[in-house]
T-cell receptor, first 109, second 116 residues
């Protein structure tokens, strides 16, 4: 069965510290992975997708098929990065997304 | 950029009544829309996939007679919660994929339903 696991409910770091939000997936097919972010009182929005291999707001994520992981990283966290982060898996050709349970990132000053 | 609007953003209703939530793509045509449900402090649970002009595809465990989905046009999908009960109280979120667009979804702001 398809599944996305985000083991940390809350990740608290100080400003300037490195951040890694973990995401593991379970899918027998060819996965397409995403990270979505939800800032306080705002709607869910796309942060990045693995096929783009881009860096958005200093965040990067590399798909590791061997470890079935798609961890989100940023070398130096900023206070404005505080938000809820969801890892998501797109399955088959239906474009529907399976979401992880989310990780709340809190960046302290 | 692409914008998805949901209405109402918050609704309170009595048990046994039906409530309709609208999801509109404002500046693009959405061939496919998805409806999610989110419980407090939990993740988004996919309820159904709505394709324009055809019947919705429901996820396992979601009652199609309870949650009626209609996608009559390329810019509008509606979710009707029929005979609502307090356990239907939740946050309902829609998302849309643009016609011919990449595999990227645009999300609405969500609709909070409270059933008394």
């Amino acid at each position: 069965a398809q599944r996305v696991t985000q083991p940390e409910k809350l990740l608290s770091v100080f400003k300037g510290a490195p951040v890694e939000l973990k995401c593991n997936y379970s899918y027998s097919g060819s996965p397409e992975l995403f990270w979505y972010v939800q800032y306080s009182r705002q709607r869910l929005q796309l942060l990045l997708r693995h096929i783009s291999r881009e860096s958005i707001k200093g965040f990067t994520a590399d798909l590791n098929k061997g470890e079935t992981s798609f961890h989100l990283k940023k070398p130096f966290a900023q206070e404005e990065d505080s938000a809820m982060y969801y890892c998501a898996l797109s399955v088959d050709s239906s474009y529907k997304l399976i979401f992880g349970s989310g990780t709340r990132l809190l960046v302290r000053p | 950029g692409a914008v998805v609007s949901q209405h109402p953003s918050w609704v309170i209703c009595k048990s046994g009544t039906s409530v309709k939530i609208e999801c509109r793509s404002l500046d693009f045509q959405a061939t496919t829309m998805f409806w999610y449900r989110q419980f407090p402090k939990q993740s988004l649970m996919l309820m159904a996939t709505s394709n324009e002009g055809s019947k919705a595809t429901y996820e396992q465990g979601v009652e199609k007679d309870k949650f009626l989905i209609n996608h009559a046009s390329l810019t509008l999908s509606t979710l009707t919660v029929t005979s609502a009960h307090p356990e239907d109280s939740s946050f309902y979120i829609c998302s849309a994929r643009s016609r011919g667009g990449a595999n990227v979804l645009t999300f609405g702001a969500g609709s909070r339903l409270t059933v008394l």
